[in-house]
Structure formats: C-alpha cells, structure tokens
C-alpha cells in the first residue's frame, strides 16, 4: 500500500498552519476518498485533481485511493490543496519522485486541463511556511508577482501540472520571480481641491495627526465625501510590516492588484448604506470570511450618509473602535482578523437635506429621530466632530488660498514623528492608541490644563471615555503647537470638539 506526503498552507483568518496531505493506495473498487474536515469546494477536488492529471498525461491509479489532510481536526477551507492532493498521489503512484517534495510547499488550484489557477492566502501562506521552516514553494505562475513579497523562501511557479511533473521528474525548470522595483504609490486625491471649509480642513488635520475618528455633518454638496477621499493622502505611508499585514488580508479577501500587489498607502474603504453586517464585520458560513472593516484595516473607513446604514451596523462598530481587531465566531471556528481604521462618518443635519437650515421643512421631533440613528455610545467613541457650512460666492471663488496635500501632510508627519518619540518606549505610535490610565497618571496634565475637562464631567457633559479622547486630542493639538504638553488651550480647543459630537 503505497503512501506519500506534500504539504500545503490552512488559513484561519490572516494565521496560516501548515498541512500534511497524504496519499494511500490500496486495492477493491476504484474510489476517491477524501478526509480531514474538507468543505464543499476540497470536496470537489476529488474530480478535478483526477481529470487534470489524466489530462496532464499522467497515469491515475487504480483501486481506491484515500487522501488524508492532517491536523484531521483542523477545517480545511478552498481549493489551494489541489497541487498537493495531484503531487501526493502522483508520488504514491511512483510516476514521480517524491525527493522534491521534502521541504517544499505546494499551493493552487487546478483546472480540468490541468492548468494551475490562482488561489486567494497566497502571501499568508507563505509567511506560515516561512515561519514553519520550509524553504520552498511552488504557487501558480500568476501569483509569482504576489509570493515574491515574501523573503527568506525560495519560490517558483507552475503554470500547468504538466511543467510542475517535469520540475519533479528534473527535466524542466519552472518559472521564478523577477526582481521586483520600487514600489509606485498611487495618486491621491489633493486637498487643494476642496474648496473652502476651513473648519472641515482642519479637523482632518489633526485627525491625521493624531488617528482620530470624525464626523462631518452638513448639507449635501459642501464637501464631506471630499474630505473623507483626502484623509488616506495625509496618513503616514505604512511601513514594510504594515504594508504585509494589510496586503495579507487583501490576499484573503481576493482583492490584490496582480500587477502591484503590495499596499503602501492606507487603504479607503467606503462601503454603501445597503451593506449587510456580515459584508461590514466580516462572516459567511463556515469559516468567516474578511469584512469591509479589516480591508480597511491601517487605512479609512468612510461610511457616507451614515444615518442611512441601520443602527445594528453602526452598532457592531463599537467593540471594533476600541480593541482594534474583530473576533468572529462560526461553528467550524474562531476567527481573528486585524481592523485598526479610522473612522469618518458623513451625515446631513436632517432628512430633507435642503442647502440652507431655513429652508428645512422637516419637524424638530423629525430632525432629532434623524440624528438619533447615531446612537450615544457610538458618538462617545468619534472624537471630532464638525458642522460644515453651505459655499459661499466668495469661498467658492477663493481656490488659491486652499494649501495642498504635501503641504498639510508634512505638518501631519512632524505631529506624528514627536507622538512616537514620546510613546516609543510603550509601543504606541499615534495619541489614539494611548490608554486612558496612562494618559492620568503617567503623563498626568497639571490641574490649571484640566479644569474644563474637570467641570463638563462634574456637570455630566461628558463620560470617562469621552475624557480620556479629549485628552488625546489635546495631546495631538499640542504636537502640531510643537509645546511638549498641552495647556488649557488646547484641552478646551479638544473640549469643543467633544461638545459638538454631544450636540
């Protein structure tokens, strides 16, 4: 009873393990079994491995053929196994030599052809095998530009079964990948181009400065949806373990560019109103899949005319905003997946939306059921929040004295280089990351800075998270100052902010 092994990639969320597959051939009937908590798509890997390898002009075996996926208690999810299911048995059947195999890592899908099709997890995957110790692994020759992200692992691409035997057999090479040049970043959108809302323009700054969540309520037309798309541009680019971490859900997701996959900028997710929870959080059966919060993961989430989405969406928001992850529980597993994101909510004053407040024909009662869609709890965790004006002739004819995105964005990044030299030795690199408690004890402001912040909460103005995010804010205005801490400026300058949200 012949056996052999190969080996592939599981995910559980953006975690890879690495998988055992085994091949057993016995006699009796010809039969294909598959087992290790296969979903319907391993299932069906079943028909497709075999017609790609007879069509590969490969011998299938005869008699039945038992294939095993190990940790069996492990759900195995897709169609990635598919290269290592056709290897396994190929090996088992003697029609190749298995001495490639140790210590490589197998990943596709496999067309009836035989072809080798793209499968989403390729950088994830690689980063599990990598940190497993293998130290090789073949992909499909389509995801050559996406593996060759990862270092410290020697990859090559198969383009079809057929090339991928003759690399087993030594009688070809497969494909590797180029060198990849300097990464591009794309165009964002500039601020210039916002006119007017000098309001508008600066909570933005110092959202940037200091990774705060805005809201922005307005008439239509003012320049809401403007502003959100501007924010990305202002952020810091993400960094080399930044950009694998959200290029790694994007690679789950499906949704990485094959030409330039790896994501530099902070991404802008803006998801519609229509959007369901699963679709927003995350989820799907089995084991859940990448919601539009963790694409939004290290970047923007713009959720535009906000009061239209349903309070059970913006609700699930909460425990997101403040832990920075989301945990999503199914019945085949638990699945974690990264969502530090900046909020950005857009909103009309009311329903009828009219350019000026006087021409609203829309009750008080009605204007306030409007509003009241955003509940407390979530507004208590946005921390600015900004009433823009109806255009002005004179605003709209003033353009030129708008300053550009490189221009803000440097005042953003001096904010930002002096909020990590401060937290540094903590680990937190922006103001919204630092906790409340050490916000009043370690680094404590004096009395005299506090005493707004003390009387709106004595007076019920304002609650203890409500106080820890005026503190941040304070701390981001004094870093855009360049003082070394805030005073009663900038504590009742974040004061405002907080009291316009409660409004």
């Not at 000098?198 to 502003?227: D, N």
């Amino acid at each position: 009873m012949p056996i052999a092994k190969t080996w592939s990639v599981a995910l559980l969320g953006i975690d890879g393990r690495v998988i055992e597959i085994e091949a057993d051939l016995g006699g009796g009937l010809s039969r294909i079994t598959l087992v290790g908590l296969p979903d319907a798509g391993l299932r069906e890997a079943k028909d497709r491995v075999r017609s790609a390898v007879r069509n590969s002009g490969q011998p299938w075996p005869e008699g039945k053929v038992t294939l095993g996926l190990s940790p069996a208690n492990l759900p195995k999810v897709g169609s990635a196994y598919d290269l290592g299911i056709a290897a396994a048995v190929l090996a088992a059947n003697g029609a190749v030599p298995a001495t490639r195999l140790l210590g490589t890592v197998l990943l596709g899908e496999l067309a009836l052809d035989g072809r080798v099709r793209p499968v989403r997890g390729i950088l994830p995957g690689l980063l599990a095998a990598r940190a497993a110790g293998y130290e090789r692994a073949v992909v499909p020759a389509d995801s050559l530009v996406e593996a060759a992200l990862v270092d410290g692992i020697e990859i090559a691409g198969a383009p079809h079964l057929r090339d991928f035997v003759a690399w087993l057999k030594r009688e070809g090479e497969l494909a590797h990948p180029e060198t990849p040049g300097p990464a591009v970043p794309p165009a964002v959108p500039d601020l210039a181009d916002v006119v007017g809302q000098p309001e508008g323009r600066w909570a933005l700054e110092v959202a940037a400065a200091g990774g705060h969540h805005v809201l922005f309520t307005g008439p239509p037309g003012v320049g809401k949806t403007m502003l959100a798309k501007r924010l990305p541009g202002l952020l810091p680019r993400l960094s080399s373990e930044e950009s694998l971490e959200v290029t790694a859900v994007h690679s789950v997701d499906g949704s990485l560019s094959r030409s330039s996959p790896l994501v530099t900028v902070p991404p802008f997710v803006a998801p519609h109103h229509s959007i369901t929870v699963a679709a927003l959080i995350g989820g799907g059966s089995g084991l859940a899949s990448p919601g539009a919060i963790s694409r939004a993961h290290r970047g923007v989430l713009f959720l535009d005319e906000v009061c239209e989405f349903g309070s059970e969406r913006l609700e699930s928001l909460r425990t997101v905003l403040e832990e920075g992850e989301v945990r999503i529980a199914r019945v085949k597993g638990a699945i974690t997946y990264p969502a530090r994101f900046q909020l950005v909510l857009a909103t009309n004053p009311c329903a009828c939306a009219p350019p000026k407040d006087t021409d609203c024909v829309c009750t008080p009662m009605a204007r306030r059921r409007y509003l009241s869609r955003l509940s407390g709890p979530l507004l208590d965790r946005v921390d600015l929040s900004v009433r823009l004006r109806p255009l002005s002739a004179l605003s709209a004819h003033d353009s030129d004295a708008a300053e550009p995105t490189e221009t803000v964005r440097e005042r953003v990044l001096e904010a930002r280089r002096r909020a990590t030299e401060r937290w540094k030795e903590q680990g937190w690199r922006s103001n919204s990351e630092v906790p409340g408690p050490a916000l009043r004890r370690e680094f404590a402001l004096p009395p005299d800075a506090t005493v707004l912040l003390d009387r709106a909460m004595d007076r019920g103005f304002l609650s203890g998270r409500g106080a820890d995010r005026c503190l941040r804010i304070a701390w981001t205005l004094a870093d855009l100052d360049g003082q070394a801490r805030p005073g009663v400026e900038q504590v009742g300058a974040a004061l405002d902010f907080r009291e316009r949200v409660a409004a």
